[in-house]
């Protein structure tokens, strides 16, 4: 199991408040606990308007590298910061994310082949968000097809097949375990990832919901996830 630790993530209160004081200490506490607690990469996401995206995710960056030798996963919807935010990183990179949708692949996916990263790829397409397993598994070969014949390895594409709210669209569930088993098996080495915890959206107790998630998920063959790696109990059903 890839562990990718969640927490520098500007869109979180505290978060985004310590980026926008540039309060180096937070962040750096929160890179060192994440890696003591099993974290493989560290996801860094500023969270913050376009305007303010690149210096905030540079910043981030290099903050979290003075803290940890932990390989990092930069996180962003915007091709420039990510492409700035390579830059900076140091060691092996992972983008996360291209879709399969034209314009974002077309930058996404070359930038992450001459950087040598792992890449995710989201199931989204120019036709938008898949609901069917057919259509995750259909959209998850246009983004494997794309980036091997940009040079990426089938061992180095995570697929996201994109969790969604359970309490709003409980049929989603099942197609989402069956797509993971699909794309695992249909196109082996290529793994598998989640952010788990969109899938307790609204709901009560969620931590218990994200880590059912994962113990039903790791049993249809994903292989890697977005978590918090300091939440124990998350941690005891993944070991
Ligand atoms: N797939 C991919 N990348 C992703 C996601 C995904 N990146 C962002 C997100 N989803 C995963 N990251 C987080 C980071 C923090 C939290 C949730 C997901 C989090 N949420 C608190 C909660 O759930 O209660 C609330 C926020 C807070 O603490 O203030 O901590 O799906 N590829």
Redesign the pocket.
């Known amino acids: 199991m890839l562990i990718i630790g ?2 520098i ?1 500007g869109t ?3 978060v985004g408040e310590a980026i926008r004081a540039r309060d180096a200490q937070f962040i750096a506490d929160l890179a060192k606990a994440q890696a003591a607690a099993g974290a493989d990469r560290l ?1 860094i ?1 500023a969270g913050t308007p376009p305007d303010r995206e690149i210096d905030d995710i540079q910043w981030l960056i290099e903050t979290v590298q003075g803290a940890t030798d932990t390989p990092l996963c930069l ?1 962003s919807p915007n091709p420039k910061a990510l492409q700035e935010g390579l830059k900076a990183a140091k060691g092996r990179g992972m983008v ?2 291209t879709t399969a949708e034209s314009e974002r692949a077309k930058e996404v996916i070359p930038m992450a082949a001459e950087n040598n990263c792992l890449l ?1 790829g ?1 199931t989204i397409s120019d036709k938008g968000m898949p609901s069917t397993t057919e259509e995750r598994v259909e959209i998850a070969g246009q983004i494997i097809e794309q980036a091997k014949a940009a040079g990426i390895a089938a061992e180095d594409i995570y697929i ?1 097949p994109l ?1 969604r709210g359970i309490a709003t669209e409980p049929e989603q569930g099942v197609a989402l375990l069956d797509a993971t088993r699909q794309i695992r098996e249909k196109y082996d080495p290529v793994h598998v ?3 788990l ?2 899938i307790s959206f609204g709901l009560p107790a ?1 931590s218990v919901m994200n880590r059912t998630l994962l113990a039903m998920a790791m049993s249809h063959g994903l292989d890697a996830a ?1 978590i ?1 790696p300091t939440d124990r109990n998350m941690m005891a059903v993944l070991r």
């Open positions: 969640e927490q993530n979180r209160k505290k996801d996401n996180d996360n994310s995710i989201l996201d969790v990832v989640y952010g915890s969109n969620r977005i918090n």
